[in-house]
């Protein structure tokens, strides 16, 4: 299975236990979770212990940036590579899970920045835009071999604010341009993941505690809902799935996907 599956969303909206749910669309085999995040307990609970067994977490621990120049971030981004490039390989293997992917790109680009610039340059401490070329080409290369593999790989990613360019009015009268929160949220990561993806969904809390006229009540009961932000067929744009499973979400694009065929 060839495809590409990417959400991002806040703290505990359930992003591990959405990737974990991808290995139920399978027989056999299993799904080797990239634990940047270090959430499997957080998670695994929720599965019984069959599933449990086909769900195999390799723990890739943060490495400090203070100790950029010691090898450590470069020896980690190696860890990475090894196994990712196992489980491409193993037939064993169905779902590749990165979780998260924010946490991954940091590692990318931290090694490039200890590897290569630091090298020629010690007291460099961050990439300049241009030097991101390297660790873009790389992420979208683990992409690319997923679905030359033929892999289903599932990309989780943390959220972060959205900021825009707006003209604000300061105190004295005059007018600044600023970057202003504008209140939305998107992911953080390689910048390119929705574009690579035949699927990109924001995960969202709602209260689902309203009375007959949408009205929120008290107390409050959050419930997890997906929403494609990146729509194939592009009348899903915008749809909002319940409590969301990898399966639940193949339902509803399949679903959609016989209705147009039939208009």
Do not use: C
């Not at 825009?164 to 993941?193: I, L, P, R, Y």
């Not at 929705?194 to 990109?200: C, I, K, S, T």
Request: proline share 5%.
């Amino acid at each position: 299975m060839s495809e590409i599956i990417s959400y991002f969303g806040a703290e505990a909206t359930g992003k591990t236990t959405l990737g974990f749910t991808a290995i139920k669309a399978f027989l056999d085999g299993i799904l080797i979770h990239f634990d940047f995040d270090l959430g499997r307990d957080r998670a695994i609970w929720r599965f019984p212990k069959e599933l449990q067994g086909r769900i195999k977490s390799v723990k890739f621990r943060e490495v400090p940036t203070w100790t950029l120049g010691s090898g450590a971030i470069t020896q980690r981004w190696a860890e990475f590579e090894r196994v990712y490039e196992m489980a491409l390989n193993d037939p064993q293997v169905r779902v590749l899970f990165l979780d998260t992917a924010s946490q991954v790109q940091i590692l990318n680009a931290n090694e490039y920045l200890e590897n290569y610039v630091m090298r020629n340059n010690p007291k460099r401490h961050q990439l300049v835009q241009i030097e991101y070329r390297m660790p873009n080409d790389r992420m979208r290369a683990k992409y690319m071999a997923a679905r030359e593999a033929e892999k289903l790989l599932i990309i989780s990613h943390k959220e972060q604010p959205v900021y825009a360019e707006q003209f604000t009015q300061q105190h004295d009268g005059s007018v600044k341009k600023e970057s202003v929160n504008t209140g939305q949220k998107t992911f953080a990561g390689w910048g390119e993941t929705p574009y690579m993806a035949d699927q990109h969904l924001q995960l969202v809390f709602k209260n689902v505690n309203v009375d007959g006229n949408g009205k929120e009540l008290q107390p409050v009961r959050l419930v997890t809902y997906a929403k494609f932000l990146k729509p194939n067929p592009p009348m899903i744009y915008g749809v909002e799935v319940v409590s969301p499973t990898y399966e639940r979400l193949v339902q509803v694009i399949e679903s959609i996907r016989k209705a147009s065929m039939v208009e």
